[in-house]
């Protein structure tokens, strides 16, 4: 199925619309932490929608606790049918298990940046799941959006943060 969210095809992520990037190390908020930070920040946004072939650990989007969500332009309006997102398994984990692996999420359609969103549905990452999970949405013909929101609502027990891999959109343009 076509990824309509990879940024080699055009989508790009709106970082002023997502959650902040989790930053660990502590801010002083002078002039070099701030660049520091603003670069760290949207290159960690950009690695959801690179279309990576393997994950690897800690190659991934953080955001701080365990809700947020991420604002994607997509590189075509679509009517989205599917939608896959990643994280590493429980093997690929150097612990052995994955606790900052969003669980509970939904995903919302926009015409326009500036629009109130239209609901395509909610699912469960499955942490014994394989490391990419495709989603089919409920009603792939509810409309044609330009950008979509994934909004976690929560993930599988780490409270300091939520690691995001991977998110594709699948779908089809409108003839």
């Not at 994607?72 to 692996?101: D, F, K, M």
């Not at 942490?127 to 929101?149: E, L, S």
């Amino acid at each position: 199925m076509p990824n309509f969210a990879l940024e080699s095809q055009g989508a790009r992520v709106i970082a002023d619309l997502s959650s902040d990037t989790h930053w660990t190390k502590e801010r002083t908020w002078n002039i070099l932490d701030i660049l520091t930070y603003n670069w760290y920040s949207e290159k960690k946004h950009r690695t959801v929608i690179q279309g990576r072939p393997s994950l690897n650990p800690g190659e991934c989007w953080p955001f701080k606790g365990d809700q947020g969500h991420l604002f994607i332009s997509l590189s075509h309006p679509v009517n989205i049918s599917h939608v896959t997102l990643g994280h590493i398994t429980e093997r690929q984990s150097p612990t052995g298990t994955i606790p900052s692996a969003p669980r509970e999420f939904s995903v919302y359609g926009f015409t326009t940046t500036d629009d109130e969103g239209v609901f395509l549905g909610g699912h469960v990452y499955e942490r014994d799941g394989p490391a990419y999970q495709t989603f089919t949405m409920p009603n792939p013909n509810i409309g044609v959006f330009g950008y979509v929101k994934l909004v976690i609502e929560n993930n599988w027990g780490e409270k300091n943060h939520t690691c995001v891999y991977t998110f594709k959109v699948h779908g089809t343009i409108p003839t």
